[in-house]
Structure formats: C-alpha cells, structure tokens
C-alpha cells in the first residue's frame, strides 16, 4: 500500500486478499510506502494535550507505530496495539521487550476484547476492505469504554487505482459514523504530514 499511485502493489491489489499473508508480505518484502517514519503531526498534537498518563489507548492496525513511541516517551502507562503481520509483530516485541506500559498483541483487530479510553486511527481505516467499513464502526463502537473516544485521521480522497489506501470523504464517513459516534472534530485537518497535506480529515469521534 502507498499513498501515491505508482506503488507497484496497488496495481495488483484488486484480486488480493487482504488478509495477514497480504500484510505480512507487506513487512518482508519492505513495500511499506504509508510508513511516515515520524508520529504523525495531528496525532501527536492530540497526544500532547491529554491530561490522564494513565488513559486506556489502543492502537490498531499499528504497524511501526511511531504514535506508541511518541506515547511512551510522553510517559504514558497502558498503550496496546495490536496488528495482524506476525513479522512486524516480532520485531516490536523485540523491540518494546520488558517494557510494561505497552501491550503487543498479534491478531485481528475484529476479533479484539477489551474496552479502552482512546483509539487512534492511523492509516488503518484505510487498509481494510471498504466492505468492512460498517464492522469497523461498531467494533470500534464496542471496543471505547463510555465516553471513549476515537482520534486520528483519514483520507479525503479517491484513489485513482483501486487499494488499499482505499479512500472516501466526510459525507460518505458522516453516514457512517453518526449512528454510534458524537463527532466532537470532524473537519480537514490543518496540520497534515507534509505529503498529505489537503487530503485528510482529523476526527474525534465519542461514543455514543
Ligand atoms: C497501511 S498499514 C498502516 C500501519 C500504521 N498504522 C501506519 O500508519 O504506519 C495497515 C496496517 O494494518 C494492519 N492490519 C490490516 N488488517 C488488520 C486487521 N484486521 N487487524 C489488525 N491489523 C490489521 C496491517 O498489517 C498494517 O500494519
């Protein structure tokens, strides 16, 4: 998956599955081109405006996960994220080895138990299947324990060749979202990663 369209596994993305051996085929062969590298500016400016360390934050569809980084080195204390690609998976719990304010889980996100205070969307949105939209909305519904809140950004935009990314706008997401979510922001976001200025939408959603 790449942002632009000249990535080569766009093209054949169509007849995939999108399914662990597709991500994790994603992470082995380093066609990785959503990777900013950096937490993403928006999410870090939320980020540095909560008050309780101590918050419930789950990040799905995690991948590097430079927003944990950010959260750990902010000193936040319970921050679990979880991503269906074993390889990329072994490398973070190598990598986040004996750190307890961090939770690494291998597995599918719909298929995920708990309830948490925040959940960040990073591109995650945008990798599954639009068919599971609607799943989605609810799993997220039911994962945020009340008053919870989902955060992050998605693309304002089409995608000339079929995803994943896979694209939309605030219409088609409004429609989706308002049935379980209070949109607290929902609006273009002003403070995009540079290569993604003017095609995002910084969300902050509250369960309903
Ligand atoms: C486009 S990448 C984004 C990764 C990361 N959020 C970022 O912005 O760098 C999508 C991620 O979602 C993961 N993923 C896809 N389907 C998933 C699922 N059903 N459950 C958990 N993770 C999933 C993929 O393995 C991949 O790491």
Redesign the pocket.
């Known amino acids: 998956?790449e942002d632009n369209k000249t990535d080569k596994c766009c093209t054949e993305s169509k007849q995939l599955n999108?399914g662990q051996s597709y991500?994790n085929k994603?992470?082995e062969s380093n066609t990785?081109g959503?990777?900013?590298g950096e937490v993403?500016p928006p999410l870090k400016a939320y980020i540095d405006q909560i008050q309780n360390k101590n918050c419930r934050i789950l990040?799905?569809?995690?991948?590097?996960?430079y927003e944990a980084d950010y959260l750990l080195q902010q000193d936040f204390t319970n921050i679990t994220i979880?991503?269906?690609?074993p390889i990329?998976v072994e490398n973070l719990k190598n990598k986040y080895a004996d750190n307890p304010n961090i939770h690494i889980i291998l597995?599918?996100?719909?298929t995920l138990h708990g309830q948490f205070d925040l959940i960040i969307e990073?591109?995650?949105f945008?990798?599954?299947n639009p068919s599971l939209r609607e799943s989605y909305v609810k799993k997220m519904n039911e994962l945020l324990a009340p008053n919870g809140k989902l955060m992050g950004v998605l693309f304002d935009r089409t995608f000339e060749i079929d995803g994943?990314?896979f694209g939309g706008n605030q219409e088609e997401y409004k429609k989706l979202f308002e049935a379980n979510f209070d949109f607290i922001h929902f609006m273009p976001c002003y403070n995009s990663y540079h290569k993604r200025a003017n095609t995002e939408l910084f969300i902050l959603l509250q369960k309903k």
């Open positions: 998956m999108l991500w994603q992470y990785t959503w990777d900013l993403s990040i799905p569809g995690c991948g590097n996960t979880i991503d269906i690609a990329l597995g599918d996100f719909f990073q591109t995650f945008c990798a599954l994943p990314p």
